[in-house]
């Protein structure tokens, strides 16, 4: 969350996080910002909540100013960082994707992704972006009635993600009992899918 950090000490961070996650001389840090929901964080850290809006504004801000930082340290990030926004807001925060990120991820089954899918390709029409310059991400559980609704296991999840346009997957595990079968199952997807 931009809201409760200086954008130009967390491109400063970013870009370190770049050079030490370098693997043949190329980082591998995606920088992953939202606007910020969760008012916890905000009470624990001391910092005002504030609107939805206000937190979104925020974050349109503050990005050009993360991209400008890392256009002059010395020494610079390895490659240009890609940006990963998460949200669904249909009026705001898929502007600002449209117009800053190189990464969406959405919540919700494929019916939800692919509608949010159509609204991000609206708005990069309208600022004429080519959407195909934005990869898609989104979550995947194994859990009945979510992702969607008749899911049991983590393949048919990223199966009918992947079918709308999806090709980036984030999955959580909770505890304090772990079963990482399906993350291997999500593996073997991904392999088989890869091959």
Request: proline share 6%; hydrophobic share 35%; aromatic share 8%.
């Amino acid at each position: 969350m931009v809201n409760y950090r200086n954008p130009q000490l967390l491109a400063d961070m970013a870009r370190t996080i770049d050079h030490i996650s370098a693997r043949d001389g190329e980082g591998r840090l995606i920088l992953g910002i939202g606007s910020g929901w969760f008012e916890r964080d905000y009470d624990e850290y001391g910092y005002e909540f504030g609107s939805a809006g206000g937190r979104l504004n925020a974050l349109d801000r503050d990005l050009p100013l993360i991209k400008e930082r890392w256009s002059k340290l010395n020494p610079a990030p390895t490659r240009e960082i890609p940006v990963l926004i998460g949200g669904g807001g249909e009026r705001k925060t898929l502007r600002i994707v449209a117009e800053q990120a190189d990464i969406w991820h959405g919540f919700g089954d494929a019916d939800k992704i692919a509608h949010k899918h159509r609204v991000l390709d609206e708005w990069c029409a309208r600022i004429g972006r080519d959407p195909s310059t934005i990869t898609r991400s989104a979550g995947v559980s194994p859990t009945p009635g979510r992702f969607p609704e008749d899911v049991r296991d983590y393949a048919a999840g990223a199966d009918a993600l992947y079918a709308v346009g999806t090709r980036l997957f984030t999955t959580g595990l909770g505890g304090p009992d772990y079963d990482l079968g399906p993350v291997r199952d999500l593996l073997a997807w991904r392999d088989a899918k890869n091959s």
